[in-house]
Every structure is written in C-alpha cells, then in structure tokens.
C-alpha cells in the first residue's frame, strides 16, 4: 500500500510525462518560408501548398535496428503504386527510407510533383492503395510569375556538405533550404524551418491516431529588397529590344545581355536583367524543367547570370578609369592637349581609330565625348614609358577585377591583367602594345556588367565604392529593420569634373558618340559607349555604362548586348528605354 501511494501520489506527475511521452511522438513537417517584397511591397515570394502523394511509413512497413522495411502487405501495395506512378519499387523505398531518417513517424513524400490525372485516380480508388494518399505540402508561390530568376534563387534539400557550411550551421537534416539567389544569402532569415506535430503511438510504437499540430509559433518575417518590378520589367523589355536591334542590324551572333540599374549612392540594385535566363515558376516546381537547364549548349546558358557571372571585355566603357588613373598620376591634366589620329604606330604595329580620316588635338573632356582611340593608346603608352600599373591599380580601387561583394551569390571576379598574371598564366612578358591595348579596354580585360555598375557609381557620387545589395530591410509587421551595406572603401579622385563633363558631351555634344540617343533627352545624360572586340568572326560587343540626372546623379545604368555591334547600336537603345521608364516619361517619344 505504502509502495501503491508512492507511485501513484508522491510520484505520480513525474510517472504521468514519462508515460505521455511514450505515447506520442515528435514529428517534424516542412514549413513555410517567409515572403519576399519588391521596394514598393508587390509580393514576389509566398508561402503556398501543392498536392504531393505520400506514404504512411506505419502502415507499409516497420522500423528496427537496421531501418525502415516495408511489410508483405507494404510491399504489395507499393508495387501497385509503382505500376500506376511509372515509379520503380526501390526508388519510392529509397524515398521513404530518407524520410524516416529525417523523421521517423512523419508521412513521406513519394511523389512531390504528380500529375492531375494520377491524385484523381488515387482519391477515387484509395482504398486499393493502403498506406498512400494526396496531401498537401508547401512551398513557394510567385505572384509575379517568371520573374525575378536573376536574383530569388531556388530552393532545395539541405545536403551534409551544406550543413557544414557557415551559411546554414541553423538548418536540420531535411530542411527545405535556399541553395542559390538572395533564398541562400538570407535562409537564416526566410526559413521557418520544420513545423512541429505529434503523432499518437501504442506500448510498440504503432500509430494509433491521427496528427495533432502544435500551436502556430510566431509569424515570419517579411524581406524588402531594393528591386523595383516595375523597373526590373522594364530593364528585361530593354535588352530583348536590344537583341533584336543588333539582329537587325546584321548581328545574328547577339545571343545574350544584360542591364544593371542601381543607386549611385547606396548601391541599392533596382533592377538586375539577363537573357537568356530561365523561368522561375517552372525551375521550383517541374523538375524535369529544372533537370533541362543543366543541359542547355554553352552557347546559351540560361543558368548563367550575364549581369554577376558574364565577364567580357569592356571596350571605351574603361576610358573613363584610365582617365582617372591618368589624372590621379599627373599624366595629364583636364587641359592638356594630345593627338587624335587616324592611326598610332609602335613597335611595327599600327593601331587605328574608328575614325581614320581624323587628325586634330584634343583634351580630355572631347577625347571622352568623341571616343578617340588613338588619343587614349597615347595616353596608355605614357604609363608604359613611365613602368606604371596605375591603369589596374586604378580599375582595382574602382570595383573591377575581384568580388563586388554583392549579396547574391555566385558573381564572377573578371580580370584586370597584369605582368606578373600574364607571366604566371602564359610564361609571356608584357609588352607595350598590351598596356596599349588596356588603354581602350581591349585584350585579357573581363568585367562583368554589375562590376563597371559599381565603378560609374564611384565616378558619379565623388569616389564611394558602393556595395551592391538587393536586400532592403526586414520587416516584422510594423517593425522595419533596415539592412546596413557600407561601402567598400572611399577614394580620392582627382579632377573629376573633367570625366563627368566628357560623359555629359557625349550624351549631348554633336560630336558625342551617343548624341543621337541622348541629345534631346528630358533628363540629361552623362554616358560612354562601348564597343569590345571578340575575336576574329565575331560581332563586336555592345556596352553602354552612364548616370542621370548628369550632375546630380540618382541612378547608374549599365547595359551590355554581347555581339551586338557598336554601343550607340544596341545597348545605348536599351539603356535610353530604361531611363524613360524609371523617370516615367510615358508620353516623350525619341
């Protein structure tokens, strides 16, 4: 009687937890994630369910030392599963097996993506397939359709190499995580990770009642970026239009572009556009879509972010730096006077300007506006003369040749090319014609268009290296946190006004390069065109780098159209397109 009132009266609270917690057990279920909102609070990302088929891990099979095997009776019923879901037997066993690892009670996906006429057929005749039925699963929802592929990111299993990585130490064996775009850069934030539930079980762990969910815990957070949909649609218009311009004008090799249009100051990204790019819907819900993308030709890859990961010679975009470099080593001075030839000979070699007819002096401000090669291969040849790099120290500071630091993930280094890179690289030394060549942004040089976005932004602001972002702030209901992005470092530059004057004439002057475009503008313009060979047989690449208002700048346009011919041709077009619709000048007409 004493031992009776122990257990049941002084004991008894103690005895009852350990008794409920035998009988139940704890299961972990997918989650949803957190919305993703454009600057103006258009949704981008949501939370949604779709029809999935799963397995109920008691009723096909049973658990012990080794794992899950599935009964005679399972076994039955998954080879009928098998016959109807075209789906080999050891591949949906596979499947439960890696469920029950995960979570050993919890229904196991077999199917996460079957037809319409397979859920039909099974809600009818569920009774000939015991231990499976159509549930529901989350997962993400885009409300604005295809859009956005260059910077969302997909979504996937977290693997054992992922768990080990910093960016996921938060994530659990199973989780649904972000592995790629801002999904991956801010998981820790949008992943609501596993939904708790608990599942009634007997003395021999055998499920003996339905699912019982804990209380939903608190909402997730909300992430704001920098991107305008509006915009963004614009920019992905702009460059298609591009494309088709260089086609038309005998181009039939431009096969891809790009358009960065970002904030000068902050280096807040409005917009990101490449083509060709992939649907987003179809790569996070057709897996056979998503399989096709890794096997696209090299020619057109549509996994391949051209704005972060396109690297290509820059053409006249890169005079400007040189410009600067020029001025900040007292080569120059915004006055000083220099040939502008048809042709500049050195070492045997000739190298000649568009124009070959021309012959006149010039300062900086007409060289820039003008785009005079032949002045700027003079120009290289004095930092060769003087054994400076200042040309490369110069494009470093500036943005180019490593990571912009951009919180998407993946973007591309480029190169900015060096005598002791060529020699380690090629065993060659460098030459003179190499730094002349580097003077118009010819040669070994590779920039990505993100990365000559962040160079115009140091010469349109007065020297502030911007980081690039596309995060904005989080936003928990009525609280916003505000997302800190400082710069990546501040430099002195020299004479600026001199660039910003020959940009502007450029944009307006006569004899501007990209006067045709720009000269009756509503907004005035400062920008330079770009036109970057590609060997021999191939289409010249078409670049236009520029800001506006030209002298109190708000935003950074950079446009590329590669194989698209000259810059005033293809990419000028585009970024002028850009630039109506981000002033919303709806009824100006070029």
């Known amino acids: 009687m004493l031992r009776a009132w122990s257990i049941q009266?002084?004991?008894?609270?103690?005895?009852?937890?350990?008794?409920?917690?035998?009988?139940?057990?704890?299961?972990?279920?997918?989650?949803?994630?957190?919305?993703?909102?454009?600057?103006?609070?258009?949704?981008?990302?949501?939370?949604?369910?779709?029809?999935?088929?799963?397995?109920?891990?008691?009723?096909?099979?049973?658990?012990?030392?080794?794992?899950?095997?599935?009964t005679a009776d399972g076994l039955v019923s998954l080879r009928r599963m098998s016959h109807l879901a075209k789906v080999p037997v050891p591949t949906l066993i596979a499947r439960i097996r890696r469920s029950v690892v995960r979570s050993p009670f919890a229904p196991a996906t077999v199917l996460s993506h079957p037809d319409g006429g397979l859920i039909a057929y099974l809600d009818e005749r569920g009774s000939e397939f015991p231990g499976f039925k159509s549930t529901t699963d989350v997962s993400r929802s885009y409300p604005q359709g295809a859009f956005g592929s260059e910077f969302l990111g997909l979504l996937g299993e977290v693997s054992p190499a992922l768990l080990k990585s910093p960016r996921y130490t938060h994530a659990k064996p199973g989780e649904t995580v972000g592995v790629?775009?801002?999904?991956?850069?801010?998981?820790?934030?949008?992943?609501g990770g596993f939904k708790r539930a608990h599942l009634r079980v007997d003395s021999r762990g055998r499920?003996?009642?339905?699912l019982e969910y804990s209380p939903a815990g608190k909402a997730l957070p909300t992430l704001q970026l920098t991107i305008d949909a509006r915009v963004q649609r614009a920019a992905e218009k702009a460059i298609a239009k591009g494309i088709a311009l260089a086609r038309a004008n005998g181009h039939s090799d431009a096969n891809a572009a790009a358009a960065?249009?970002?904030?000068?100051?902050?280096?807040?990204?409005?917009?990101?556009?490449?083509?060709?790019?992939?649907n987003?819907?179809?790569?996070?819900?057709?897996?056979?879509?998503?399989?096709?993308?890794?096997?696209?030709?090299?020619?057109?890859?549509?996994?391949?972010?051209?704005?972060?990961?396109?690297?290509?010679?820059?053409?006249?975009?890169f005079k400007p730096?040189?410009?600067?470099?020029?001025?900040?080593?007292?080569?120059?001075?915004?006055?000083?006077?220099?040939?502008?030839?048809?042709?500049?000979?050195?070492?045997?070699?000739?190298?000649?300007?568009?124009?070959?007819?021309?012959?006149?002096?010039?300062?900086?401000?007409?060289?820039?506006?003008?785009?005079?090669?032949?002045?700027?291969?003079?120009?290289?040849?004095?930092?060769?003369?003087?054994?400076?790099?200042?040309i490369q120290a110069w494009a470093k500071k500036l943005g180019l040749g490593h990571s912009t630091h951009f919180d998407v993930p993946g973007e591309a280094s480029g190169l900015v090319p060096t005598p002791?890179?060529?020699?380690?690289?090629?065993?060659?030394?460098?030459?003179?014609?190499?730094?002349?060549?580097?003077s118009i942004g010819q040669g070994y040089l590779q920039v990505t268009p993100l990365q000559l976005a962040v160079a115009y932004s140091a010469l349109a602001n007065g020297g502030t290296v911007v980081r690039p972002h596309v995060a904005n702030a989080i936003l928990h209901g009525e609280s916003v946190q505000m997302l800190k992005f400082p710069p990546v470092r501040k430099v002195k530059l020299v004479d600026q006004w001199a660039i910003r004057d020959g940009l502007y004439q450029a944009a307006h002057s006569p004899n501007g390069t990209s006067a045709s475009l720009f000269a009756n503008f509503p907004v005035p313009v400062a920008g330079k065109t770009g036109t970057a060979e590609a060997g021999t047989g191939r289409s010249d690449h078409s670049w236009y780098a520029s800001w506006a208002p030209a002298n109190n700048p708000k935003v950074v346009v950079v446009?590329?159209?590669?194989?698209?011919?000259?810059?005033?041709?293809?990419?000028?077009?585009?970024?002028?397109?850009?630039?109506?619709?981000?002033?919303?000048?709806?009824?100006?007409?070029?």
């Open 321 to 390: 730096i040189v410009a600067e470099a020029a001025l900040s080593e007292g080569l120059i001075t915004p006055t000083t006077p220099q040939l502008c030839s048809g042709s500049f000979t050195i070492g045997g070699f000739t190298f000649k300007n568009v124009e070959a007819g021309v012959y006149t002096s010039m300062s900086l401000p007409t060289a820039l506006a003008e785009s005079c090669d032949t002045w700027f291969y003079r120009l290289g040849d004095k930092f060769f003369l003087r054994g400076s790099q200042g």
């Open 559 to 590: 446009v590329l159209i590669a194989h698209g011919g000259f810059g005033a041709e293809a990419a000028g077009p585009a970024a002028r397109d850009i630039y109506q619709s981000f002033f919303k000048l709806k009824n100006w007409k070029p």
């Open 207 to 210: 499920v003996v009642g339905p």
């Open 9 to 70: 009266i002084l004991h008894g609270p103690a005895y009852t937890s350990l008794a409920n917690g035998q009988a139940y057990r704890s299961v972990d279920l997918a989650g949803p994630r957190g919305p993703i909102v454009d600057a103006k609070g258009r949704k981008l990302a949501n939370t949604t369910g779709h029809i999935v088929i799963a397995a109920d891990v008691a009723a096909l099979g049973e658990i012990d030392t080794k794992g899950w095997h599935p």
């Open 180 to 191: 790629s775009g801002i999904e991956a850069s801010y998981d820790r934030i949008l992943n």
């Open 280 to 317: 987003q819907v179809a790569a996070a819900h057709d897996p056979k879509y998503l399989a096709s993308l890794y096997n696209d030709p090299p020619s057109r890859p549509r996994l391949l972010n051209q704005a972060t990961q396109g690297q290509y010679p820059t053409g006249s975009t």
């Open 420 to 438: 002791t890179w060529l020699r380690k690289t090629y065993n060659t030394p460098w030459y003179e014609g190499q730094t002349i060549n580097l």
């Open 260 to 278: 960065v249009v970002m904030n000068p100051w902050t280096g807040a990204v409005y917009a990101l556009a490449s083509y060709p790019t992939y």
